[in-house]
């Protein structure tokens, strides 16, 4: 599903030139749940950034769902970004002027889809996260839990290959996150692949396959182990 | 997606009342200012009868001073006299080579009627000749023009504008019925339909922009009658002028004279037959300058009388300029109101949006906001203009908005709008939307 290779992503200043990420290389299937770790400016979220075409890197090449992506233009990112990619952010970046119905259907109308199956698409994706009777409301009307869920429902309604998601439950109680984690679980079941940011080592543990960052390069890839301590060794790219 | 894009528009403006509400009015005062100038060059600068102006001539021939040459508001000379002798338009009136042709002059007399709600007052006359209605194409509400044999003997009828004949007659069909002029009858020829050309271009002396006369008469039967000239005399020669017949066979200029010249076999016909009229009057004594004679066009005629002024070009340049100021204010306040909302855009283009698709919502929003300013602009510059016509008195029928002003006013303020707001609209799409995901 993706395929990065020696990667190499550097943020210049004048006086500063910082390397994000190193000679990164990571592979992740089609179908996998894949839990990114890493401390604070390890480079996780520029990794998600890139993968979610929102950044664009300096060395090493990049393959999404079997294509180069590496010299594409804008407006093509943009519409891999619309079409192939669903994005959960831990600040849910909901568009706080639009109510959840037209949040949800804000990828589709950049797919110009007519407004029919924008409507039919946002009605099952909002089902689907339990939020079907809140259409209406302003994001600001609900809870920070519900807020995430119209953002997984925003990410959903593109039937999108590949979720991103960076921190999903940063913001919420333990409760919350729980029903965030279970929604991404039956996400994933459905056969949708996805790539979640976190430092939450209880999160990491539900994933498929964790992955760990450290100064911009994956120091560990291993599938998730039930036994403390005991990581069973993994598919490094 | 345009529907999509005005909402957000709309929700944007909003979100930020002040500053779209500061964005308009720096669209609107520029508008205002230089659709009030634009409006008055447009006025200025308008052909008063296109469907004909290059066939209608002002005659000029210069039988002025051999020892100066006519000069008329200027340092400049002026070229041959604006105005022809009596006698010379006389025997050009002879020419049957004109379509059609009208030597006429600006009178006033006392006007009195049966209607006893009318005092008697005194109006103005335009004295001329038949073919001045039907070469200025002139609408007629009721009757016609005097015919032929009035010119000739000058006969007491009258011509009147509709306002008059609304004012004595009450509007009613008035052909026939008489108006006392001086101290005579006038029978009703005809009565106007509402005419009022702007420039007025058939007699520029007193008014370039008032109304057209409300009489008009044979110019027989008003120097008959020893009717005063209201308008430009000019004379070089010393006459003895004791009597309105001497006046009337002196070199004083004062009638005007136009010629209906539809193609240029007939212009050249025309201009032979001028410069052979002036070979005999040369020989006769008269007309001691060089040959100078002219025929001017419409247009022509209204650029030598400079009816639009090299300050009405400057006055324009200066609007369009401070137009530009207010433009670049505006570009000011939609950089600081695009900024805020940066992250909405980020958010647009993590879900797909393209940066075409950003720039087009943003343009969308200074498009919308600048037919607002448009719509604000005109009102401004309706009310400028209102001030004019009350300041200036000449102003008062060329100081008017119309509809192809209201037109062009939206039109430069939405295109305005969106020259000003391509850059900012830019500058968010261009922005990396990673770096306001984060901080949401």
């Known amino acids: 599903m993706l395929e990065m ?21 990571l592979r992740v299937n089609e179908g996998d749940f894949v839990a990114v770790t890493g401390p604070s400016g390890s480079g996780k979220t520029t990794f998600l950034n890139i993968a979610g075409l929102l950044e664009t890197f300096g060395d090493g090449t990049y393959r999404l769902d079997g294509e180069d992506v590496s010299g594409l233009s804008d407006k093509q990112r943009s519409r891999i970004r619309n079409q192939k990619i669903g994005f959960i952010f831990q600040s849910f970046n909901l568009i706080p002027d639009l109510d ?15 407004r029919g199956e924008r409507k039919a698409r946002a009605e099952r994706a909002l089902e689907l996260v339990g939020l079907a009777s809140r259409t209406r409301h302003l994001p600001s009307q ?3 839990g519900q807020q995430q869920r119209v953002a997984i429902a925003r990410a959903l309604a593109g039937e999108p290959r590949l979720i991103l998601a960076d921190e999903p439950t940063g913001n919420l109680d333990s409760l919350m996150a729980r029903q965030v ?35 911009g390069r994956v120091t560990d890839f291993k599938p998730y182990d039930p036994v403390p301590g005991g990581l069973a060794a993994g598919a490094g790219a | 997606m345009f529907a999509h894009h005005l909402r957000t528009a709309w929700t944007s403006v909003r979100r930020s009342p002040v500053l779209s509400i500061l964005i308009v009015a720096a669209i609107a005062v520029g508008i205002g200012v230089s659709i009030t100038g634009l409006t008055i060059y447009h ?7 296109p469907q004909k102006s290059d066939q209608l001539f002002r005659v000029q021939l210069d039988s002025w001073d051999p020892d100066s040459p006519f000069f008329e508001g200027g340092d400049e000379p002026s070229g041959p006299p604006f105005w022809l002798t009596y006698q010379d338009a006389m025997a050009l009136l002879e020419s049957d080579i004109p379509k059609a042709h ?31 209605f039907s070469m200025f194409e002139v609408p007629f509400r009721y009757g016609a023009a005097w015919d032929a044999a009035a010119d000739q003997d000058g ?13 004595l007659f009450g509007g009613e069909d008035s052909t026939g019925r008489t108006v006392r002029l001086g101290d005579d009858e006038f029978r009703v020829a005809g009565v106007l339909e509402h005419w009022s050309p702007h420039p007025r271009f058939y007699d520029l002396n007193m008014t370039t922009f008032g109304d057209p006369e409300q009489l008009f008469v044979p110019m027989r039967a008003a120097t008959d009658r020893e009717w005063a000239i209201n308008g430009n005399t000019s004379c070089w020669k010393p006459e003895s002028l004791v009597t309105f017949r001497d006046f009337l066979g002196s070199e004083c200029v004062w009638v005007l004279f136009w010629a209906e010249l539809p193609d240029s076999a007939s212009r050249e016909a025309y201009m032979t037959y001028l410069n052979g009229y002036v070979d005999q009057q040369k020989a006769a004594g008269r007309f001691p300058r060089p040959m100078d004679n002219r025929l001017r066009s419409v247009e022509e005629w209204l650029e030598h009388r400079q009816v639009v002024s090299d300050d009405s070009r400057v006055v324009v340049a200066l609007a369009f300029l401070f137009l530009i100021v207010c433009l670049l204010n505006a570009v000011g306040l939609m950089l600081a109101k695009f900024a805020g909302t940066a992250p909405s855009a980020a958010i647009r283009r993590a879900l797909g949006a393209s940066r075409g698709d950003i720039v087009r919502q943003y343009l969308t929003e200074v498009g919308a906001i600048g037919i607002a300013g448009g719509l604000a602009g005109l009102a401004l510059a309706a009310t400028g203009l209102w001030s004019l016509r009350q300041g200036f008195e000449d102003l008062a029928n060329v100081a008017r908005l ?21 850059y900012p609209a830019w500058r968010v799409g261009r922005a990396v939307p990673v770096r306001f995901l984060k901080s949401q």
């Open chain 2, 43 to 49: 006025m200025l600068a308008r052909d008063p009868i």
């Open chain 1, 5 to 25: 290779q020696h990667i190499g992503k550097v943020y210049r200043t004048e006086l500063v030139e910082t390397h994000a990420l190193r000679d990164f290389s």
């Open chain 1, 100 to 114: 959840v119905a037209d949040n949800v259907e804000l990828p589709l109308r950049y797919r110009r889809l007519d």
């Open chain 2, 102 to 132: 009208a030597a006429n002059y600006r009178s006033a007399a006392v006007l009195e009627s049966d209607n006893p709600s009318v005092a008697p007052d005194v109006y103005g006359i335009r004295a001329t000749t038949r073919g001045f």
């Open chain 2, 402 to 422: 119309d509809l192809s002003m209201g037109f062009t006013a939206i039109g430069l303020a939405f295109l305005a709008a969106l020259a000003a707001g391509l």
């Open chain 2, 155 to 167: 006969a007491p009828v009258v011509v009147i504008g509709e306002k008059i004949n609304d004012e």
């Open chain 1, 181 to 215: 984690l279970d929604l991404l679980e039956e996400i994933n079941a459905r056969g949708t692949t996805v790539i979640m940011v976190t430092h939450d080592p209880d999160l990491s543990r539900r994933a498929h396959r964790n992955v760990h960052v450290l100064d």
């Open chain 1, 142 to 144: 609900l809870s920070g």
